[in-house]
């Protein structure tokens, strides 16, 4: 028997939840009709608080106050007994989490000595639905003290897949192949499916917002070195490309270890004399048992204190045996050349590091995901993947707190709201001029020294383009070299490393860099090399807008400073401040906003963007921050929280982890599983957090419900709770279209097509630009997003091509023109359609053209869109588009934060686009694309060509009828 909270699994693949009630089991109503949450409540023992699940509007979490039991009713005195009550619980009211009682099967019983937690996943028609998971709490006196998770509600669909599960594995290696070409080179030796399942899928989830269900195919796709391991979600209808997030985690008489030394070739790739028992590597060189340090150099033995640091604090203080609680062998890379370095991470299966980035925080923070993916699994995506970095960082650095090892000094407690002396600068970039888009940027970065400010006219120079890059990205040397002297050059992100940018920049004389992100939201980067010059990171926005005015010929002129003001001399709540390749701390834990990050979820640093996954590397400062003011006490946002210190804010926060979260959750789902848990251990006993290798757990102070009110205010502190409405995602299209002829008018079709009968009122046409090149026609289709069961006309621009001149080459436009359509006389004429775009944004899109008389065909002018004009001007040829609509302004891209699109309708005044009554006008809708890669494509449907007129008085105006040759 061990005093810590450790898990024993008791059971998996049991059987499926009892039906008993199928009447309530049916109900679809929101959050399962008030009669049922009333009942849900009056059953219980003491207070109910529940919690609605944001992605679906059922519940998703509901615990009962201190000494409180959701379920008196049942007893529980053992596994079993919690097994039946969770169970009992559910059989009454899982309609009010989302899913019937029958879909939910239980996975597994784990005891450990506060009571049982027993986890229950969805099934639909025999199929997991994915990330689907409900976790019950029964403590040791029988009660049922929480019951949390998200279920897909409301399934309805078919499990018959239209496209074949080889197909789907090919697209979705398809996809991860094309896009290893951005920042350092991958390894794509090797690269497969290593897993392929079909699943019922439910969009947004991950992302707590409202999605559709679909059937798709989950597939694993790996390299043979593991260095890359993604998660790609097929459409298992229409073979779209529905998410995909990376399963490699991380930035950058004990314990059974083994450690690997990746030695290399001249080409920097692992030796060939290996065999595969770690992703093709040599044999160890070192393993439990082997007399140490022995041979091992410096980072060799950092990597084996650091594993064993690791195990044997999960070990003393939470009681699990190694990652999967059943003391599976911790196996370590060192000098990985399977990532690009400076950098580590875990891979599912090992540990992996780059030279001089070994440290005790980093190496325990890589195993911590390790132990976060065989607990709740939060999933490497927007904020459940921002938890699971947070999670990371905390045990990583409450290892560096506590051990005796590799310490910076000093290191006490630091005051509120201060960034460390021993932290880089935090970068400010200020548009000085022109005035027209003067402006504080929000930034990112740096590289290199910032002492004192830096001032300066900024130019962007190209550069020759190498494979894969483009005459912008500042990855080789400059054309005219002499331009960039002296000045501060603007280069986009893209091809090469960060700091390879600098140095091309350090050897054409720059006096500063700034690179533009893909994204709205600036990209993060640290190095070493403070011999590099001033170097930060601006988003899309502001880097078009500069080079908007310089295209132009204005002088734009910028300062960059650093805003770090007063300084704390602590490396308390540093990560990774002791790895030399990164020249300093990645992370502040105690203020985030020291490296633009945010410390709540307001903070203007909070990440919007899909980049980094949705923004887990900054977003976890939130999670940290809670964590580091719990333990050390603050006032921040103007909430004061009481300090409760290591072992108690370590011990909540792993019940947290392993009986509260589940894949999807997010900070919501953590302030409420926080409370929960703390309520739970309440004058439990834990264990005091521990390193020591004798593997006996010392006894804490135990929880008390002044600790609990402490809990509360560090949530409060950092709204974990509010939602982070200030992104502001929308769709591409705008809902809510207004009428097509406004107030006091009648509208008349005179002509429309809502493709009931196919295509067989237009005419195809089709664009290549490459000899051998081949575009991909429009045609009919019942199985649009959103519309299935209705025909639309579907032109796809999915992930295909080669991006090679020649055969294979994408590089097309593919339309349909109407034919043409007399306006009779009206008030004004318009043209009406819906539509629904998911493509590549920027280098794949469309637009509607229009022929007035047979006069040359013209893209309509955004001014002549009286509701959803479109969204963006296309990547031009200088910008490396293939696209035969490269520069024209199209509808592109996605729904904010997501992969897919959504339904709109788009409305056009004919008269602003040159057409009057009397003419004869034909519409052409053309998809462009370039040579490979993409998302989806373009459905448009209930196209209509509208006259408007005034109202009579008594009666609508006559009817007008189309004119149509």
């Given at each position: 028997?061990?005093?810590?909270?450790?898990?024993?699994?008791?059971?998996?693949?049991?059987?499926?939840?009892?039906?008993?009630?199928?009447?309530?089991?049916?109900?679809?109503?929101?959050?399962?009709?008030?009669?049922?949450?009333?009942?849900?409540?009056?059953?219980?023992?003491?207070?109910?608080?529940?919690?609605?699940?944001?992605?679906?509007?059922?519940?998703?979490?509901?615990?009962?106050?201190?000494?409180?039991?959701?379920?008196?009713?049942?007893?529980?005195?053992?596994?079993?007994?919690?097994?039946?009550?969770?169970?009992?619980?559910?059989?009454?009211?899982a309609v009010a989490f989302g899913a019937p009682a029958g879909q939910l099967q239980e996975a597994g019983v784990a005891a450990d000595p506060l009571g049982w937690t027993v986890t229950y996943t969805q099934r639909y028609e025999g199929l997991p639905v994915f990330g689907a998971q409900l976790k019950a709490t029964v403590d040791k006196d029988g009660d049922l003290t929480a019951v949390t998770g998200y279920v897909a509600p409301d399934l309805r669909l078919g499990t018959t897949p239209r496209i074949g599960k080889a197909d789907a594995a090919r697209r979705a290696v398809a996809t991860v192949k094309v896009d290893q070409t951005g920042d350092g080179r991958a390894d794509l030796r090797g690269l497969r499916a290593v897993a392929n399942d079909l699943t019922v899928y439910r969009t947004g989830a991950i992302r707590g917002v409202a999605g559709e269900t679909v059937l798709a195919y989950v597939v694993e796709v790996a390299n043979g070195t593991r260095s890359i391991r993604d998660k790609v979600f097929?459409?298992?209808?229409?073979?779209?490309?529905?998410?995909?997030?990376?399963?490699?985690?991380?930035?950058?008489?004990?314990?059974?270890?083994?450690?690997?030394?990746?030695?290399?070739?001249?080409?920097?790739?692992?030796?060939?004399?290996?065999?595969?028992?770690?992703?093709?590597?040599?044999?160890?060189?070192?393993?439990?048992?082997?007399?140490?340090?022995?041979?091992?150099?410096?980072?060799?033995?950092?990597?084996?204190?650091?594993?064993?640091?690791?195990?044997?604090?999960?070990?003393?203080?939470?009681?699990?045996?190694?990652?999967?609680?059943?003391?599976?062998?911790?196996?370590?890379?060192?000098?990985?050349?399977?990532?690009?370095?400076?950098?580590?991470?875990?891979?599912?299966?090992?540990?992996?590091?780059?030279?001089?980035?070994?440290?005790?925080?980093?190496?325990?923070?890589?195993?911590?995901?390790?132990?976060?993916?065989?607990?709740?699994?939060?999933?490497?995506?927007?904020?459940?993947?921002?938890?699971?970095?947070?999670?990371?960082?905390?045990?990583?650095?409450?290892?560096?707190?506590?051990?005796?090892?590799?310490?910076?000094?000093?290191?006490?407690?630091?005051?509120?709201?201060?960034?460390?002396?021993?932290?880089?600068?935090?970068?400010?970039?200020?548009?000085?001029?022109?005035?027209?888009?003067?402006?504080?940027?929000?930034?990112?970065?740096?590289?290199?020294?910032?002492?004192?400010?830096?001032?300066?006219?900024?130019?962007?120079?190209?550069?020759?383009?190498?494979?894969g890059g483009t005459a912008t990205d500042g990855c080789s040397t400059y054309n005219d070299v002499a331009a960039a002297a002296g000045k501060i050059v603007l280069v986009d992100r893209g091809l090469c490393t960060f700091v390879e940018k600098a140095q091309n920049a350090k050897s054409a004389g720059a006096i500063g860099v700034i690179i533009g992100n893909r994204e709205d939201a600036p990209v993060s980067f640290s190095d070493a090399d403070r011999t590099l010059p001033p170097t930060v990171s601006i988003g899309l926005t502001d880097r078009?807008?500069?080079?908007?005015?310089?295209?132009?010929?204005?002088?734009?002129?910028?300062?960059?400073?650093?805003?770090?003001?007063?300084?704390?001399?602590?490396?308390?709540?540093?990560?990774?401040?002791?790895?030399?390749?990164?020249?300093?701390?990645?992370?502040?834990?105690?203020?985030?906003?020291?490296?633009?990050?945010?410390?709540?979820?307001?903070?203007?640093?909070?990440?919007?963007?899909?980049?980094?996954?949705?923004?887990?590397?900054?977003?976890?400062?939130?999670?940290?921050?809670?964590?580091?003011?719990?333990?050390?006490?603050?006032?921040?946002?103007?909430?004061?929280?009481?300090?409760?210190?290591?072992?108690?804010?370590?011990?909540?926060?792993?019940?947290?982890?392993?009986?509260?979260?589940?894949?999807?959750?997010?900070?919501?789902?953590?302030?409420?599983?926080?409370?929960?848990?703390?309520?739970?251990?309440?004058?439990?006993?834990?264990?005091?957090?521990?390193?020591?290798?004798?593997?006996?757990?010392?006894?804490?102070?135990?929880?008390?419900?002044?600790?609990?009110?402490?809990?509360?205010?560090?949530?409060?502190?950092?709204?974990?709770?509010?939602?982070?409405?200030?992104?502001?995602?929308?769709?591409?299209?705008?809902?809510?279209?207004?009428?097509?002829?406004?107030?006091?008018?009648?509208?008349?079709?005179?002509?429309?097509?809502?493709?009931?009968?196919?295509?067989?009122?237009?005419?195809?046409?089709?664009?290549?630009?490459?000899?051998?090149?081949?575009?991909?026609?429009?045609?009919?289709?019942?199985?649009?997003?959103?519309?299935?069961?209705?025909?639309?006309?579907?032109?796809?621009?999915?992930?295909?091509?080669?991006?090679?001149?020649?055969?294979?080459?994408?590089?097309?436009?593919?339309?349909?023109?109407?034919?043409?359509?007399?306006?009779?006389?009206?008030?004004?004429?318009?043209?009406?359609?819906?539509?629904?775009?998911?493509?590549?944004?920027?280098?794949?899109?469309?637009?509607?053209?229009?022929?007035?008389?047979?006069?040359?065909?013209?893209?309509?002018?955004?001014?002549?869109?009286?509701?959803?004009?479109?969204?963006?001007?296309?990547?031009?040829?200088?910008?490396?588009?293939?696209?035969?609509?490269?520069?024209?302004?199209?509808?592109?891209?996605?729904?904010?934060?997501?992969?897919?699109?959504?339904?709109?309708?788009?409305?056009?005044?004919?008269?602003?686009?040159?057409?009057?009554?009397?003419?004869?006008?034909?519409?052409?809708?053309?998809?462009?694309?370039?040579?490979?890669?993409?998302?989806?494509?373009?459905?448009?449907?209930?196209?209509?060509?509208?006259?408007?007129?005034?109202?009579?008085?008594?009666?609508?105006?006559?009817?007008?009828?189309?004119?149509?040759?």
């Amino acid at each position: 028997m061990t005093t810590g909270l450790g898990l024993v699994l008791l059971g998996a693949g049991l059987a499926a939840v009892p039906s008993q009630l199928a009447t309530a089991a049916e109900q679809t109503a929101p959050l399962a009709g008030e009669s049922l949450v009333q009942r849900l409540k009056g059953e219980a023992q003491g207070a109910v608080r529940l919690a609605t699940e944001p992605a679906t509007g059922k519940v998703g979490f509901a615990r009962a106050a201190r000494n409180g039991d959701l379920l008196p009713t049942v007893q529980a005195t053992s596994a079993r007994g919690a097994a039946a009550k969770a169970a009992a619980y559910l059989d009454r009211y899982a309609v009010a989490f989302g899913a019937p009682a029958g879909q939910l099967q239980e996975a597994g019983v784990a005891a450990d000595p506060l009571g049982w937690t027993v986890t229950y996943t969805q099934r639909y028609e025999g199929l997991p639905v994915f990330g689907a998971q409900l976790k019950a709490t029964v403590d040791k006196d029988g009660d049922l003290t929480a019951v949390t998770g998200y279920v897909a509600p409301d399934l309805r669909l078919g499990t018959t897949p239209r496209i074949g599960k080889a197909d789907a594995a090919r697209r979705a290696v398809a996809t991860v192949k094309v896009d290893q070409t951005g920042d350092g080179r991958a390894d794509l030796r090797g690269l497969r499916a290593v897993a392929n399942d079909l699943t019922v899928y439910r969009t947004g989830a991950i992302r707590g917002v409202a999605g559709e269900t679909v059937l798709a195919y989950v597939v694993e796709v790996a390299n043979g070195t593991r260095s890359i391991r993604d998660k790609v979600f097929v459409d298992a209808t229409t073979g779209k490309l529905l998410n995909r997030y990376s399963l490699v985690h991380g930035n950058h008489g004990g314990p059974h270890q083994e450690l690997f030394e990746a030695f290399t070739d001249d080409n920097g790739t692992p030796d060939d004399e290996s065999d595969d028992s770690v992703g093709g590597l040599k044999d160890p060189i070192w393993k439990t048992g082997d007399t140490f340090p022995g041979e091992l150099d410096a980072d060799q033995q950092s990597l084996v204190e650091g594993t064993g640091e690791a195990y044997w604090f999960f070990k003393n203080t939470f009681g699990r045996d190694s990652y999967d609680g059943k003391g599976a062998v911790m196996k370590t890379v060192n000098n990985d050349p399977r990532i690009s370095c400076p950098n580590a991470n875990w891979n599912g299966q090992t540990t992996n590091y780059c030279t001089d980035v070994t440290s005790d925080d980093t190496v325990a923070h890589e195993w911590g995901h390790a132990y976060t993916e065989y607990t709740s699994g939060l999933i490497y995506q927007w904020q459940p993947g921002a938890m699971n970095e947070a999670f990371s960082d905390i045990w990583g650095e409450t290892v560096d707190i506590i051990n005796d090892r590799g310490n910076q000094t000093p290191a006490p407690k630091r005051a509120d709201g201060l960034c460390s002396a021993f932290s880089g600068a935090i970068p400010v970039l200020t548009i000085t001029a022109p005035e027209a888009i003067a402006k504080e940027c929000v930034t990112g970065g740096t590289l290199g020294e910032l002492d004192e400010p830096v001032t300066g006219q900024v130019v962007a120079p190209t550069d020759a383009v190498e494979d894969g890059g483009t005459a912008t990205d500042g990855c080789s040397t400059y054309n005219d070299v002499a331009a960039a002297a002296g000045k501060i050059v603007l280069v986009d992100r893209g091809l090469c490393t960060f700091v390879e940018k600098a140095q091309n920049a350090k050897s054409a004389g720059a006096i500063g860099v700034i690179i533009g992100n893909r994204e709205d939201a600036p990209v993060s980067f640290s190095d070493a090399d403070r011999t590099l010059p001033p170097t930060v990171s601006i988003g899309l926005t502001d880097r078009e807008a500069i080079r908007k005015e310089l295209a132009t010929g204005e002088t734009v002129e910028v300062e960059i400073v650093d805003a770090g003001g007063e300084r704390f001399e602590s490396y308390r709540w540093l990560s990774g401040e002791g790895d030399a390749a990164f020249g300093g701390a990645i992370r502040d834990m105690w203020n985030p906003t020291c490296y633009g990050d945010p410390g709540k979820v307001t903070d203007a640093e909070y990440k919007c963007s899909t980049d980094d996954s949705g923004g887990v590397h900054s977003n976890s400062g939130v999670v940290n921050h809670t964590y580091a003011l719990l333990v050390d006490g603050g006032t921040s946002n103007d909430v004061e929280v009481p300090g409760i210190g290591l072992d108690k804010a370590a011990a909540v926060f792993w019940r947290t982890q392993t009986t509260k979260l589940g894949p999807t959750s997010d900070f919501a789902d953590l302030a409420d599983g926080l409370a929960a848990s703390c309520t739970e251990l309440v004058g439990q006993p834990i264990s005091k957090v521990s390193v020591a290798t004798d593997g006996t757990p010392e006894a804490a102070e135990p929880v008390t419900t002044t600790d609990c009110a402490a809990v509360d205010a560090a949530a409060q502190a950092t709204e974990l709770a509010t939602p982070p409405a200030q992104c502001n995602f929308k769709p591409l299209l705008a809902k809510g279209a207004p009428g097509t002829c406004g107030k006091g008018t009648s509208s008349k079709v005179i002509w429309g097509d809502d493709f009931s009968k196919g295509l067989k009122k237009w005419k195809k046409s089709e664009r290549v630009v490459f000899k051998g090149g081949s575009g991909i026609n429009w045609r009919a289709t019942s199985t649009a997003p959103g519309r299935k069961g209705n025909k639309v006309a579907y032109d796809p621009s999915g992930d295909v091509g080669q991006c090679t001149e020649g055969e294979g080459d994408k590089s097309s436009a593919n339309a349909i023109t109407s034919p043409a359509v007399k306006l009779r006389a009206g008030l004004k004429r318009r043209l009406q359609f819906r539509h629904y775009m998911a493509t590549e944004a920027g280098y794949d899109g469309g637009n509607v053209k229009i022929k007035v008389n047979g006069a040359k065909w013209k893209v309509v002018p955004a001014k002549a869109y009286v509701f959803n004009k479109p969204n963006t001007s296309l990547a031009t040829e200088a910008e490396e588009n293939t696209n035969p609509l490269a520069g024209e302004q199209a509808f592109s891209g996605t729904d904010g934060g997501v992969v897919n699109g959504s339904w709109g309708t788009s409305v056009v005044d004919l008269g602003k686009a040159g057409a009057k009554k009397g003419d004869k006008i034909k519409i052409r809708f053309e998809l462009g694309r370039d040579g490979c890669g993409g998302i989806d494509g373009w459905y448009v449907d209930d196209v209509k060509v509208v006259v408007c007129k005034q109202k009579k008085k008594g009666g609508q105006a006559r009817r007008e009828v189309a004119d149509v040759r």
